[in-house]
């Protein structure tokens, strides 16, 4: 079925690129393949994907319904949201412009049945489910003041998150305390599937079970082929693997614009260890974005974000920058 046409004033590429900077507009406009994008606060990066998701579609490149586009709040994901409306109108109903928990209690509304919930089922809060679990160690006899609930919560949560289920955590308990957290998953997992609940952890967690476990689920999501990621670190997700494209954008302070691409470099590779790409980008407010070259792995991507940081915090370099800037033009 064809997309409806966007009742949103049409935008041309010329349009949609005019106000980004150098890096934002490389970004924007980049080709295949994953791209990993590091900026400090207030640097424009949810400003790149918005612009990033309306280039896709006006290019051809990706139908809206192929579009997924994921943060971490709901507030966040609601900007985001009206961001790429102004931008394409009413092409964003057919994308998922939405949180990593929205996602993934979307994907379980769908096949909760296949984990043997119904799509019906409860998403329990922190609150929630902190008395489920008070109420399985209240069950098992475990001193509540040895062993808090908050304590014990906590630890099936972090299990969640590396995608151990109960029976995997029982597999490496080392401790008093790990069995009877243990014990405690166990039966908590099963008065959670009883009451037919997930708490936000079960979210992630039962999206990946869902999504490995049924191959005809798997491919049902991968038409959602253009995934993007809004405060990727935030959310404690994994950077690309090394195979990857990646490059860094680290904030430049106002008072450098005017020095040259050249001699910023030069002074960059000298006391950062870094090197750097051409092009050092400024936007309209002054604020500035100097993008490292191409590195394999992500340690060295870390490792060169960090000597950038620790060499732009050091303003007393802006003098001698400017005396390398006029002895290369002078050569």
């Not at 969640?160 to 009877?180: H, P």
């Not at 990727?232 to 693997?241: D, F, I, N, Y």
Request: with cysteine; aromatic share 8%.
């Amino acid at each position: 079925m064809a997309e409806k046409t966007s009742t949103a004033p049409s935008q041309d590429l010329d349009s949609l690129l005019r106000g980004l900077n150098e890096p934002q507009r490389e970004a924007v406009t980049y080709g295949d393949g994953p791209l990993l994008i590091l900026a400090g606060a207030g640097s424009g990066k949810t400003r790149v994907l918005t612009h990033r998701i309306a280039y896709l579609v006006q290019t051809g490149r990706a139908r809206a319904g192929e579009i997924l586009a994921i943060t971490f709040t709901n507030k966040a994901a609601q900007e985001m949201r009206e961001r790429v409306e102004l931008l394409l109108g009413s092409r964003v109903r057919a994308m998922w412009v939405m949180t990593f928990h929205s996602a993934c209690a979307r994907m379980l509304r769908a096949d909760a049945e296949r984990l043997g919930y119904t799509r019906q089922f409860t998403i329990y809060d922190q609150a929630d489910s902190r008395r489920m679990v008070k109420r399985c160690l209240d069950e098992l006899g475990v001193d509540l003041k040895r062993f808090t609930p908050a304590a014990v919560q906590n630890q099936i949560s972090a299990a969640k998150n590396e995608l151990r289920s109960a029976e995997d955590y029982g597999q490496i308990v080392g401790s008093f305390f790990e069995q009877t957290v243990a014990d405690a998953y166990k039966l908590y997992e099963r008065e959670m599937h009883r009451a037919n609940a997930l708490d936000f952890d079960d979210l992630l967690f039962r999206a990946v079970n869902v999504l490995e476990l049924f191959p005809e689920v798997r491919e049902r999501y991968r038409a959602r082929r253009d995934v993007l990621v809004d405060g990727l670190r935030q959310a404690g997700w994994e950077v690309p693997p090394p195979a990857a494209s990646m490059f860094a954008w680290a904030p430049i302070p106002a008072e450098f614009r005017g020095i040259g691409t050249l001699a910023f470099s030069k002074l960059l590779l000298e006391r950062a260890n870094v090197a750097v790409a051409p092009g050092v980008g400024f936007g309209e407010h002054g604020e500035g974005f100097v993008r490292i070259a191409l590195v394999e792995n992500r340690q060295r991507l870390r490792q060169a974000t960090r000597n950038i940081k620790t060499f732009l915090a050091g303003r007393n370099d802006l003098p001698e920058l400017r005396r390398a800037e006029r002895a290369a033009a002078a050569k």
